[in-house]
């Protein structure tokens, strides 16, 4: 496949948002029962049907349920930070999970007030004990 080919692959696959794919996609990745908190977009109706605990914020009255406290926005600033992140220069599809990665991890140290590069250094020991090269 050429690089071209490769980019619209992945912004298929990054934008098909039906009702089929999301389903699928959660599926395979949350387990079941888990608690679900979204928008009401139509495409989330069913979750409930197929053995997820599903609960609802309608943005258009308020940021947060009063009946059942579901939010999510959390969620949406993770996501749109993320989106910023991958989107700068473009993310090949076989690199996503890398990029993935990077930003949660980058994510963690900003939310434990810690230097990136020393926490870097301190995970790298963790990862590889041993021989420092100070010997």
Same mark, same amino acid.
């Given at each position: 496949?050429?690089?071209?080919?490769?980019?619209?692959?992945?912004?298929?696959?990054?934008? @098909?948002?039906?009702?089929?794919?999301?389903?699928?996609?959660? @599926?395979k990745?949350?387990?079941?029962?888990?608690?679900?908190?979204?928008?009401?977009?139509?495409?989330?109706? %069913?979750?409930?049907?197929?053995?997820?605990?599903?609960?609802?914020? %309608?943005?258009?009255? %308020?940021?947060?349920?009063?009946?059942?406290?579901?939010?999510?926005? %959390?969620?949406e600033?993770?996501?749109?930070?993320?989106?910023?992140?991958?989107?700068?220069?473009?993310?090949?599809?076989?690199?996503?999970?890398?990029?993935?990665?990077?930003?949660?991890w980058?994510?963690?140290?900003?939310?434990?007030?810690?230097?990136?590069?020393? @926490?870097?250094?301190?995970?790298?020991?963790t990862?590889?004990?041993? @021989?420092?090269?100070?010997?």
């Amino acid at each position: 496949m050429s690089g071209d080919e490769s980019s619209k692959a992945l912004r298929f696959w990054t934008t @098909k948002r039906d009702e089929q794919t999301l389903l699928a996609l959660i @599926k395979k990745h949350v387990a079941p029962n888990t608690e679900i908190h979204t928008d009401l977009w139509r495409g989330y109706i %069913n979750l409930e049907n197929h053995g997820f605990k599903h609960f609802t914020v %309608n943005h258009s009255e %308020n940021f947060v349920d009063p009946e059942t406290g579901a939010y999510i926005q %959390n969620i949406e600033t993770s996501w749109r930070a993320l989106r910023q992140t991958v989107s700068r220069g473009g993310v090949r599809r076989d690199n996503l999970a890398d990029h993935l990665c990077e930003h949660l991890w980058r994510h963690r140290c900003d939310k434990m007030n810690v230097d990136p590069f020393n @926490k870097l250094i301190q995970d790298i020991r963790t990862i590889y004990p041993g @021989k420092t090269g100070l010997e």
